[in-house]
């Protein structure tokens, strides 16, 4: 009689069944369901897996396959743009995202007109009009209860909109103040009733009072782009007219310093994570990384577009940024990155004028010279809506994969490749023929010169001029 193992018994169980003829062994396989079964469905399924390589001489091909399919599917579901918004009259000039509403934007456009846009049902949910030339500049108070634009007729508006959007009672201004000359730019500060604006020079205003503060001068003739730094509240940044980047403190009488470029800045943008940390969008088609703690280096100088960059701002996370430019992309870059790793195109899009990544760090959001706002997926083979388990398990091995693989030459080539537009290619080929013809002209001066005279120079100090205190 054969005798039947217990059940608590770990395989492989081996017995010896003996008769008067002959002796057999027989291994039989035995598992506990105490080992391997959930006590409630919360808990994690556990995956038996032996992991000696000699048991999976296959596993590398195997694994590489399979990350060579997931880099291809990812770029056959590369569909990044979601939808357009379309409303404006004219072109837009400033947007701005809800500081605590994920669904709601503001965009200001040049015949003084401001739409409060709702992004889940792309609406325009009310339209005021706000000033009687350009609208400069858009930005929120820290309780998200109104925002303040400035214009061209150099006012000063509060607009109170509150909680439940009672779209009849915004009709009208709840504060205007006058200033005495042009305004180009205004931040607020995100946890205190401080807002800065900038023209002639940078002005910090109280907003129960009608006068500024104070008034920062530094003999330029104009600032045209200022922001508050998230996390260092008394600190901001300003560009000049004049190349320069100059930094300020609510709590000190005079600018701190400034830093010249050999162009000018757009405007800037203050990581959210990394307190001294900025990155500057240029007219000389980069985009620079600074540490504010040490201005005569930078941290990262970022390539790829092949027109002026006009706008920029950081992912919640502060690992990447978005960039628009001039010439009519998107770009997004990661914060240590000098090359960028997604470009957005359409062929209706024009010239970018403002770009804002969304707080749930899934979306972006650009406006352009065609009086249209575009709304474009972050991850661009990114899908929508509620993913089931199992399907999260696939992507995240897919994304292990080809992070394993990242750096295999038929893998890395699909990975990176992007299709532009016929201009841009020939203007990007163009633009790599004109570095290397000045390195090669700089390698004969340096060749035929007495040694030393013409010293080599690292590219993070290349832009910079020099640095004022």
């Not at 628009?324 to 770009?331: E, F, H, M, N, Q």
Request: charged fraction near 30%; hydrophobic fraction near 35%; proline fraction near 4%.
């Amino acid at each position: 009689m054969i005798r039947r193992p217990p059940r608590s018994t770990l395989f492989p169980y081996t017995t010896l069944f003996r008769s008067p003829a002959y002796t057999m062994k027989i291994k039989v396989l035995s598992r506990n369901p105490d080992d391997y079964t959930r006590e409630t469905k919360y808990d994690i399924h556990k995956v038996q897996r032996n992991y000696n390589p000699t048991i999976h001489p296959l596993e590398a091909p195997r694994e590489y396959a399979r990350a060579l399919n997931a880099v291809k599917l990812e770029r056959v579901f590369a569909k990044p743009f979601i939808g357009s918004l379309d409303g404006h009259k004219d072109s837009i000039q400033c947007l701005v995202k809800h500081p605590k509403k994920l669904s709601i934007v503001v965009s200001g456009c040049c015949d003084g007109v401001v739409k409060l846009w709702n992004l889940p049902t792309r609406e325009c949910m009310t339209t005021i009009q706000a000033h009687s030339g350009f609208v400069r500049g858009i930005c929120f108070t820290p309780d998200s209860q109104s925002f303040i634009t400035i214009g061209d007729d150099k006012t000063i508006k509060t607009w109170v909109i509150g909680d439940e959007y009672d779209y009849d009672e915004i009709a009208e201004a709840s504060n205007t103040i006058i200033n005495k000359t042009i305004l180009t730019g205004i931040t607020h500060s995100i946890n205190k009733d401080l807002f800065a604006t900038c023209g002639e020079n940078v002005n910090i205003w109280d907003s129960t009072r009608a006068e500024p503060l104070k008034s920062f001068i530094w003999g330029v003739d104009t600032v045209h782009s200022v922001k508050f730094n998230p996390i260092e509240t008394n600190i901001l940044g300003s560009c000049a007219s004049d190349r320069s980047i100059m930094f300020y403190d609510v709590r000190e009488k005079e600018p701190m310093r400034k830093v010249i470029l050999k162009m000018r800045s757009n405007t800037i943008c203050w990581n959210p994570m990394e307190a001294f940390v900025f990155t500057a969008a240029n007219e000389d088609e980069s985009l620079h990384t600074f540490d504010m703690r040490n201005l005569k280096v930078e941290m990262c100088v970022h390539h790829g577009h092949v027109g002026a960059v006009i706008d920029v701002d950081y992912s919640p996370t502060g690992r990447e940024f978005t960039s628009g430019s001039y010439d009519r992309t998107i770009r997004i870059f990661g914060a240590d990155k000098f090359k960028s790793r997604e470009v957005y195109h359409t062929k209706r899009m024009q010239r970018l004028t403002n770009i804002i990544w969304s707080l749930d760090n899934k979306y972006i959001i650009c406006s352009s010279d065609e009086m249209n706002l575009r709304i474009w997926k972050s991850n661009a083979s990114e899908k929508l809506g509620v993913l089931k388990r199992r399907e999260k398990i696939a992507l995240d091995y897919s994304e292990k994969l080809k992070s394993k693989f990242a750096y295999h030459p038929e893998i890395k080539k699909i990975q990176q490749h992007r299709h532009v537009p016929k201009y841009i290619h020939h203007t990007k080929n163009q633009k790599f023929l004109m570095i290397e013809a000045k390195k090669r002209r700089e390698d004969n001066r340096r060749k035929y010169s007495k040694p030393g005279t013409v010293p080599y120079k690292s590219e993070r100090r290349n832009y910079i001029v020099r640095e004022d205190e």
